[in-house]
Structure formats: structure tokens, C-alpha cells
């Protein structure tokens, strides 16, 4: 639950978007009814649809009503949104728009819509929203046409947007879609979580762990400070100070160096001290082997997801897109490349935080590295780190077996913090196992054993 429904029980909520929602649906109703009747009866046509007002809701505290109040939308914007919540809504208000055209024995072009497979209802298209506000005046029409601009606030922050249209076909054909983010919260006042998978490659990542449990040179915590001031003091930077103008507002960083030495441990640690900001880690190994353009539709749903949501972005296994670029030699080198080039235009236009993760510097090629304001490098840890490491490593409730000395083990093992992780993991569990709290030496080195056999090493 967010702060658009802190003032409400949460038994109230549903209930609060419900009664809001039905007047403005009743007022969006009237419109309709009004431009039907000055489109088929001019001659009787009394009113303008766009001069009947809208519902006051000034002193409703629905998240319906406080998001309409905080985005500050014209009456014609709530209209488009209205349409677009129709048929997730009450979808039987559109049928009337089924009208049949006795002239040309089917429906009526200028009321757009689109043919479902599955919804039985009339799914309305950005020509349905247009028709609406403007009737058959192409001045109006052409106002319209520009609340479904990119830099419009319905898109902006992802409200409403205009599908695709097929190719060749007109740019006001594509269905009118409305966010399921804002749907959920207009509705039942929650907003869910995307679900992770191969559509949505990205995923929620939290830690436990504070910033002491983070063990790093000086100059990479230097630098990991660098970006936690960008993040609670870089709006203030760009709006207050009117560097807006100069700067971009978005923030990209290279986090490097061998697996398990942190990397996506920081960037949970720069989310939870930011406060209210998400960390989502998206996968790139998911989505590069996957059909030409499938791997942007996968990322457009991401960085659409995540606009205007103080989330963090962690690309994790960067290489997988953002290394050396290939020679064009064939339709899949000119189309790797075009992924790389969609997914650097979506971070630079990013406003937020976005962190990519390689396990080596020289992997990513040169001319993506001239882009990141950043780079920390996470180098394996030194003795002295390890044994810091060594000695946070065991649960609390546990005792180490009088023989282990951890000074000597972190000294002979070069270990990462998650492999020296997975080893406590084993050793505690080969004590419960036993039932006892007991860690025993033996447990330890054959944990240890196990990693590096795991990792190609030597012991």
C-alpha cells in the first residue's frame, strides 16, 4: 500500500475507487452519449460533449482521486483515461459503439475499436479517444492527436499509451492501453510486483544486510557514496539548482570485478538507504539469445515498468549485450547490434539510477564505457577483508569448534565474500544436521574443498 491510500483503511480503499470511478464513468457516459448524438442528429445537437464537466472529487482521498489531483490532468486527459479502464472496468458501456453502418454493412470507421479473440466487448484504439474529443473537426482531432505524444503526461508516466499499429496501417489504429500498474491501483489501490520471467526479466532484489556488512576498499566505498548522493540529492541538483538544463538526469554506473565480491549486494544497499527505492536486477542472459526484437519488447516492459518509480536498475551479466560489438557479417550481427543500441537510448533517456555488472572491465567495449559517470571495481578481498568476512559469516546462535582459526583459514584461502557465504551455509548446516550449534573444522575445509572444486581451482 502506497501513500495515495495512507489516510484510508485498507477496508475503505476498494470501496473509495469504487464510488469515484462510477462517477466518472457516469460522466464519460454523458459525453459519449452527447458526441453520438452530434455525430448521427447534428441538427438537434444542444451541447457541446466536451462543456458538460466532470465530477469534483477535491475532497475524496481515493488513490483514483489523489493521482488524478497530483498528475493535474485536464478534463480530456481523464477522459482518455477513463476510456482506456473501460473494458477492464464495466466493458459493456461500449456497445453501443458496435452501431452497424446500414451503408456500408459494418461498423462505423471513425469509432476505431479493434476485433478480440477472446474479450467479447469493443476494445477501444486511439481513434475511438480521438472521436470522442473531437467528433468530425479535424482542429480538434489534431489537439487530440498530441495527448498521445511521448512527452504527453499520460505517457510520461505511463498511464495511456497507443498500441503499435500494424505496419502501413493509421498511427491511431493501435489499442488504447492503460498500465497495469495504474489499473491496479485505480481499482483496488495495490500495486503488484511484475512477475519475473522471460516477458519481464527483472527482478526484485532486497538484503537484510546494512552498509557495515559490505566489505570493500575505501576507494570503492568512495565511490559507491558518489552515487548515494546522486540519489538523495540529484533532484534537488537538477530542479532547485536549474541544472536540468545541463546535466542528464539519469545516473549510470559499471560495478566490475570477479563473482561474489559484492556487486549486487551494493546496489540492495544503495536502494535501502535510499529510502523508498526499488531494486530490480534484470537479467540479460535471459533475453540475448532470444528472436529478433523480442529482447526490446522484453527490456521496453522493463524501463516501462519502472519510469517515474524510483526504481534502481541492475544489469546484471552486462556482457551478455554490452560486449565487444560484432562485425556486420549477417541479419544477426546487424540485429545484436540493434539491441545494443536500443538498450543504451533506453538508460540515457532513463530517469533514474541504472547500475550494469561485469565480471571483467575489458569486457564491455570502449565506446559504452565513455558513458557511465562511474565505475567501481570489486576486487577479490584481501586477507584482512576475508577474515572481517570470516568472523560475520556464522549465525549467531552457532560456536566454532576450538580448532578453527579463522585468522589462518582467511590468510591460505583466497575466497570471495559469497564463496566464504556458501561455505558458513554448509558447515551450519552439516551442525544442524548433527543437532548440534557446533561448527566442526572438518565441515569447514570440505566446504571450502567443495568451492573451489566448483570454481576449477586448486584447494
Keep these: 500500500m502506497d501513500e495515495c491510500t495512507s489516510s484510508l483503511r485498507v477496508a475503505d480503499v476498494v470501496g473509495a475507487n469504487a464510488r469515484d470511478l462510477d462517477r466518472d464513468l457516469a460522466w464519460l457516459g454523458d459525453v459519449l452519449d452527447a458526441r453520438l448524438s452530434a455525430h448521427f442528429r447534428p441538427e438537434n445537437a444542444t451541447r457541446d460533449p466536451l462543456s458538460i464537466p466532470p465530477p469534483r472529487l477535491d475532497a475524496s482521498d481515493s488513490p483514483y482521486a489523489r493521482l488524478l489531483r497530483d498528475l493535474d490532468v485536464a478534463p480530456e486527459d481523464r477522459l482518455v483515461v477513463l476510456l482506456a479502464l473501460v473494458p477492464h472496468v464495466r466493458p459493456q458501456m461500449l456497445d453501443i459503439l458496435y452501431t452497424r453502418n446500414e451503408a456500408t454493412a459494418r461498423g462505423f470507421s471513425e469509432f476505431g475499436g479493434v476485433a478480440s479473440t477472446q474479450h467479447g466487448g469493443f476494445l477501444p484504439t486511439g481513434q475511438t479517444a480521438v472521436f470522442l474529443l473531437a467528433g468530425d473537426s479535424l482542429e480538434l482531432r489534431f489537439h487530440a492527436m498530441q495527448l498521445f505524444d511521448g512527452a504527453h503526461v499520460l505517457a510520461k508516466q505511463n498511464i495511456v499509451r497507443v498500441g503499435p499499429a500494424v505496419p502501413g496501417e493509421p498511427m491511431l489504429s493501435g489499442l488504447l492501453n492503460i498500465s497495469p500498474e495504474f489499473l491496479q491501483r485505480v481499482t483496488t489501490g495495490v500495486e503488484s510486483r511484475p ?13 537484510s544486510l546494512t552498509w557495515e556488512d559490505l566489505v570493500l576498499p575505501q576507494s570503492a566505498l568512495d565511490q559507491l557514496d558518489e552515487i548515494r548522493r546522486w540519489m538523495a540529492h540529484g533532484p534537488a541538483l537538477l530542479h532547485e539548482w536549474e541544472m536540468g538544463d545541463r546535466l542528464r538526469p539519469n ?3 559499471l560495478f566490475y570485478g570477479p563473482p561474489g565480491c559484492g556487486k549486487t549486494l551494493a546496489a540492495s544497499l544503495l536502494g535501502k538507504l535510499c529510502g523508498d527505492c526499488e531494486v530490480f536486477k534484470v537479467d540479460l542472459s535471459l533475453i540475448a539469445s532470444r528472436y529478433v526484437g523480442d529482447a526490446e519488447k522484453a527490456l521496453a516492459r522493463v524501463f516501462d515498468a519502472a519510469e517515474h518509480r524510483r526504481w534502481l536498475l541492475f544489469f546484471d551479466e552486462a556482457d ?3 560486449g565487444k560489438r560484432t562485425r556486420v557479417d549477417d541479419s544477426h550481427d546487424r540485429y545484436a547490434n ?10 540515457e533517456d532513463f530517469d533514474g539510477v541504472v547500475v550494469l555488472a561485469s565480471n571483467l572491465k575489458h569486457n564491455i567495449d570502449d565506446a559504452f564505457l565513455r558513458r557511465f559517470q562511474s565505475m567501481v571495481h570489486f576486487p577479490m578481498p584481501r586477507a584482512p577483508e576475508r577474515l572481517r568476512m570470516w568472523t560475520r559469516a556464522f549465525p549467531r546462535k552457532a560456536t566454532l569448534d ?5 585468522r589462518r583459514i582467511a590468510e591460505r584461502h583466497e ?9 558458513a551455509r554448509f ?3 552439516m551442525a544442524l544436521s548433527r543437532g ?9 575445509e570440505d566446504g571450502i574443498r567443495r568451492e573451489c572444486l566448483k570454481e576449477g581451482r586448486p584447494n
Design 436 to 444: 548440534e550449534d557446533r561448527i566442526q573444522l572438518d565441515d569447514l
Design 338 to 347: 540493434q539491441e545494443v543500441s536500443y538498450l543504451l537510448q533506453r538508460i
Design 320 to 322: 551478455a549485450i554490452f
Design 251 to 253: 545516473y549510470t554506473s
Design 195 to 207: 512477475i519475473f520471467g522471460s516477458e519481464f526479466p527483472a527482478r526484485l532484489v532486497e538484503t
Design 427 to 429: 558447515a551450519s548446516l
Design 415 to 423: 575466497l570471495s565474500g559469497g564463496t566464504i557465504m556458501n561455505v
Design 402 to 406: 576450538q580448532g578453527i582459526d579463522l
